[in-house]
């Protein structure tokens, strides 16, 4: 009996009143819509299941809703969908009060469909903005027309931000959207009585460019480049995300070299987005010859990428069926030796990092995410590994060459700025032993393979840079989109980012965020 | 304790001698400007061993601000909806290879000193209010670079009810940086060229070409 038959009796046991299939990709739970709450903590509580994405689309025959709320066992490798069709006027009980890694995935389905979720907390003002949107407005219906123009208002000026604090004296700090240097656009509003924040909130979604809407309707290749585009820092990651759930509707055969390849690309870019994020940890603390290092090493990494696959951020390299790149031997000998010396000046570096008191007096115990907390919020990628928490897709639910390779994944249990300094590290270490394996073992081969287009719907996720990402494709008998919805790392660990300023000092904001190496535009999409 | 003065001494200065010399390294051009997968042939321009001018006025361009600010511009940038590449390409203009400050060009902090707005971004509802709030709280004379092909036409977004479709659907644009997204010496070009330290392409012969068409059927 395999693990799959398992879990499938296993969860018949712990859920006596519906059905548990096995659909292939994943085991399908169909539970009424008033045993979704209890059939979702059961997922969670007893199964020892993560929270992966909720995916919400509209029926394809009807009126109705389809949503399908994606669990993942981390143990076992199994992939658990809750499949729950609705009407469409349907109200649905929020599951977030006990899954609070959920509860900005049901702000984002209320605010984008006009679902209507009972027992959530804090619902509304997510992606769309009161102030610059009309109310009811639901642009992933498909009535939408994404090229008309909305020229209602929404309520302007007079949107202010929901008063956390309640003390004499207190003020609310805006922070953004526009603000210091090169930051990113997205409001930060941190609330104090004096020198520390107490409260804060995050609005993000500033840079909402509704690739999800804009791409319904267009091609599978089309839609490539947005997956690409809209977050570029973790642009190969999000290509190989889409190009897996595409390449599972075909049930396309990579080829192994392109497997092994693919992982090379992206333990290459995880590498490079460690280095930008360790850069801006050691500007935001003032050290400016260690952000200067840090930022030669990113512009060697860059070069490099830009010299071998011909785009310094590795765009138009993955593509359905494999990937567009076929290095000849010379380049990868070039690869493997350019990354041994740039992991060799960032163990250099390091080195120097953790012997600068200074540096360490702004990091040590600062930012703390205490590993209950990032427990709660479900958090992922090198937060989460950096607070006690053992989630990553490589091993959760590995794929591709992570098969048979499966990394090393380090792993902190302080939870503060520093653990996530010596994460960021650790991580680049371990990603260049991988690349530097995968390159010694590299299967000959092609590159590249047909991948004829099949109606149908997959799930395809992969571990970037961030953390964890799931892209659900839908795509229709004319090779194009129906729906494609993208659960980023941002999604959830902007969420829990309010809790690691608790009792911050003001001058100690950015440093956390730094430390927490998120990016805006992959969040906002 | 680390030395770190000791250090910066010992490796000595990192800064290349472009644009004065062509010593840009292999890969600072990338070979696939918009990096679209078929999309060589437009790219072609870029792989020589020159550095190509990237930099473009637009056809309403008021040109580069008056002498006197040559070797002193104050600069304010606003993400309108860029995406993470281009952010890091951004921070990488102040980094050693490429160092922005020796031109004289400084990034600052409020818009009421800055003489050149930077935009990247196709200019999403959200922050449509805020660019034009910095816009207008500029001083005379002042100058608009927009860079990044989402914010010369909206790039692969296109003009749609959350993006506006480009700058100047905004604020009026007087030089373009194409490239999805620029790398950091295209970014340096087009603040030259609002200072008027280097030489932008004629609108009749823009690059706007080669920036991939925006519509988004």
């Known amino acids: 009996m395999n693990v799959r038959t398992e879990w499938i009796d296993k969860l018949k046991g712990l859920l006596p009143v519906h059905t548990a299939l096995d659909v292939g990709a994943w085991i399908e739970l169909q539970p009424s819509l008033a045993a979704l709450r209890e059939t979702a903590i059961t997922l969670m509580e007893a199964c020892g299941c993560e929270f992966a994405s909720l995916v919400a689309e509209a029926q394809d025959a009807g009126e109705g809703w389809v949503l399908r709320y994606f669990f993942y066992q981390p143990q076992a490798a199994i992939l658990i969908a809750i499949h729950l069709?609705?009407?469409?006027?349907?109200?649905?009980?929020?599951?977030?009060?006990?899954?609070?890694?959920?509860?900005?995935?049901?702000?984002?389905?209320?605010?984008?469909?006009g679902i209507s979720f009972q027992g959530h907390p804090f619902l509304g003002d997510y992606v769309l903005h009161d102030s610059v949107w009309p109310e009811n407005m639901a642009p992933m219906r498909r009535e939408f027309d994404p090229r008309q123009q909305v020229t209602e208002p929404g309520i302007g000026p007079d949107w202010q931000p929901r008063r956390l604090l309640r003390e004499e004296g207190a003020i609310a700090f805006p922070v953004g959207p526009i603000w210091a240097d090169y930051s990113e656009a997205g409001l930060w509003v941190l609330e104090t009585s004096g020198e520390q924040i107490h409260e804060s909130q995050s609005r993000l979604f500033y840079k909402y460019r509704a690739v999800e809407k804009i791409a319904e309707g267009q091609t599978v290749d089309r839609a490539l480049l947005l997956a690409e585009r809209f977050s570029g820092s973790a642009a190969f990651a999000h290509a190989y995300a889409y190009c897996r759930a595409l390449e599972t509707c075909?049930?396309?055969?990579?080829?192994?070299?392109?497997?092994?390849?693919?992982?090379?690309?992206?333990?290459?870019?995880?590498?490079?987005?460690?280095?930008?994020?360790?850069?801006?940890?050691?500007?935001?603390?003032?050290?400016?010859?260690?952000?200067?290092?840090?930022?030669?090493?990113?512009e060697q990494i860059l070069c490099l990428s830009g010299q071998l696959c011909g785009h310094r951020y590795l765009f138009g390299l993955c593509v359905p069926g494999g990937l567009a790149w076929s290095p000849d031997p010379a380049e990868l000998a070039?690869?493997?030796?350019?990354?041994?010396?740039?992991?060799?000046?960032?163990?250099?570096?390091?080195?120097?990092?953790?012997?600068?008191?200074s540096f360490l007096d702004r990091i040590e115990e600062m930012g703390t995410l205490r590993p209950d907390v990032a427990d709660l919020y479900g958090v992922v990628g090198p937060v989460a590994r950096a607070s006690a928490r053992e989630v990553d897709l490589r091993r959760a639910l590995p794929y591709g060459a992570y098969v048979d390779h499966a990394p090393v994944i380090p792993r902190e249990i302080e939870g503060d700025g520093y653990a996530r300094l010596r994460l960021y590290f650790a991580e680049i270490r371990a990603s260049t032993t991988l690349i530097k394996t995968l390159l010694t073992q590299l299967p000959d081969g092609p590159v590249i393979t047909e991948c004829p287009m099949v109606a149908g719907s997959a799930l395809g996720w992969v571990e970037a840079p961030a953390g964890g990402t799931f892209h659900w494709l839908h795509i229709d008998d004319a090779e194009r989109i129906l729906r494609w919805h993208v659960a980023t790392p941002g999604t959830r660990n902007w969420h829990a980012f309010h809790r690691a300023l608790e009792g911050a000092a003001f001058q100690d904001f950015h440093i956390i965020m730094a430390s927490f190496g998120l990016s805006v535009a992959e969040s906002d999409r | 304790m680390a030395n770190w003065t000791l250090t910066?001494?010992?490796?000595?200065?990192?800064?290349?001698?472009?644009?004065?010399?062509?010593?840009?390294?292999?890969?600072a051009v990338p070979a696939r400007l918009h990096g679209l997968t078929n999309e060589a042939s437009a790219d072609q321009h870029f792989?020589?061993?020159?550095?190509?001018?990237?930099?473009?006025?637009?056809?309403?361009?008021?040109?580069?601000?008056?002498?006197?600010?040559?070797?002193?511009?104050?600069?304010?940038?606003?993400?309108?909806?860029?995406?993470?590449?281009?952010?890091?390409?951004?921070?990488?203009?102040?980094?050693?290879?490429?160092?922005?400050?020796?031109?004289?060009?400084?990034?600052?902090?409020?818009?009421?000193d800055a003489d050149v707005l930077l935009v990247a971004g196709p200019v999403t509802k959200a922050m449509r209010g805020p660019l034009l709030k910095a816009y207008q709280a500029m001083p005379e004379p002042k100058r608009v670079v927009a860079i990044g092909d989402e914010a010369i036409n909206g790039g692969v977004y296109g003009k749609n009810f959350a993006s506006a479709g480009g700058v100047a659907?905004?604020?009026?644009?007087?030089?373009?940086?194409?490239?999805?997204?620029?790398?950091?010496?295209?970014?340096i070009q087009g603040l030259l060229a609002a200072a008027g330290q280097c030489a932008a392409i004629d609108p009749e012969q823009s690059l706007m070409e080669s920036v991939p068409v925006g519509d988004t059927q």
């Open chain 1, 250 to 298: 075909a049930c396309c055969q990579v080829p192994q070299r392109a497997q092994a390849l693919r992982a090379v690309l992206a333990e290459l870019e995880r590498i490079r987005y460690h280095a930008a994020t360790l850069a801006e940890l050691a500007g935001s603390t003032s050290l400016a010859v260690g952000k200067s290092m840090l930022q030669e090493i990113e």
């Open chain 2, 8 to 27: 910066s001494l010992v490796l000595g200065t990192r800064t290349l001698r472009w644009p004065h010399r062509e010593d840009l390294p292999l890969g």
């Open chain 2, 169 to 187: 659907e905004v604020i009026p644009v007087d030089f373009i940086v194409p490239g999805c997204p620029p790398p950091p010496a295209a970014i």
């Open chain 1, 85 to 113: 069709p609705i009407a469409a006027d349907a109200v649905l009980p929020a599951i977030s009060s006990p899954i609070h890694a959920a509860a900005w995935h049901e702000r984002e389905t209320e605010d984008l469909f």
């Open chain 2, 47 to 112: 792989s020589s061993n020159e550095t190509p001018i990237w930099v473009a006025r637009t056809a309403t361009s008021q040109g580069p601000l008056p002498a006197r600010f040559r070797r002193s511009v104050r600069v304010r940038f606003v993400d309108a909806g860029a995406n993470g590449a281009l952010i890091s390409e951004l921070r990488l203009v102040d980094a050693p290879p490429y160092n922005l400050h020796r031109f004289g060009i400084f990034i600052t902090a409020s818009p009421r």
């Open chain 1, 334 to 357: 070039t690869l493997h030796d350019d990354i041994t010396d740039i992991t060799k000046s960032l163990n250099r570096l390091e080195r120097m990092l953790v012997h600068t008191s």
